[in-house]
């Protein structure tokens, strides 16, 4: 399968408590691993066919991993488009007041701003940019697509090494007979060598995913 066949792949749309992504996610919170619970949440906000309630409670939780990692503008933003999503959004767990005031400052500041009214003829032209849209959930879905195969590459790099030490292991036991140590020498080269492609690469995605977002800064 290809790269752009990867990134053009999403999962189909189960019940959001019962969601892998979206589970592990709120593990990875409590845990006060934040930036790992980020991907977890972007994927479950992702999913193809995602009901708009419970992709609001996707990003809600998506904005609160966001502002534990100290990524506010990143965290309104994911807080914004959870209240366009649902206006009746809350906090789903206990948090700290600052998180809590930039919630309520999201809230009240979408609470006041005038209903937005396309200029004469745009209406025929203008792409859709509804909350749930394809058009303004575009950067949302490539930037889950490339992070969930940036995920991808660094489990395969971790695969990589575990082979690698059992193959050290091999070489360096003194009863292993020498062609048998040669070709874990040779097996253990390749997958070094694996893994620092899988896990560069990884990372490359991973920071690719962030930076789709970052431009993502448009209501």
Not at 9 to 30: C, H, I, N, T
Not at 184 to 200: K, N, P, S
């Amino acid at each position: 399968m290809t790269t752009l066949t990867l990134l053009l792949v999403l999962p189909l749309a189960m019940p959001l408590a019962d969601d892998p992504s979206f589970v592990e996610g709120q593990r990875l919170y409590q845990e006060s691993e934040y930036e790992q619970a980020v991907f977890r949440f972007q994927t479950a906000a992702l999913v193809a066919d995602r009901p708009a309630g419970e992709r609001a409670s996707a990003l809600m939780w998506l904005g609160l991993a966001y502002a534990g990692a100290g990524d506010s503008a990143s965290a309104r933003r994911a807080f914004e488009d959870a209240l366009r999503l649902s206006p009746a959004a809350t906090i789903p767990v206990e948090v700290s007041p600052k998180v809590e005031e930039e919630f309520l400052a999201v809230r009240a500041a979408l609470a006041e701003a005038p209903p937005r009214t396309p200029p004469p003829g745009a209406a025929s032209t203008a792409p859709d940019a509804r909350p749930d849209s394809p058009v303004r959930d575009a950067p949302w879905v490539l930037a889950g697509g490339i992070g969930a195969l940036g995920a991808l590459c660094v489990a395969a790099g971790a695969v990589a090494t575990g082979l690698a030490v059992v193959n050290k292991g091999i070489i360096d036991d003194t009863e292993t007979f020498q062609d048998d140590a040669a070709r874990a020498q040779v097996d253990r080269d390749v997958q070094v060598a694996a893994a620092a492609a899988l896990f560069g690469a990884g990372v490359l995605l991973l920071g690719g995913s962030g930076a789709v977002l970052a431009f993502d800064v448009g209501p």
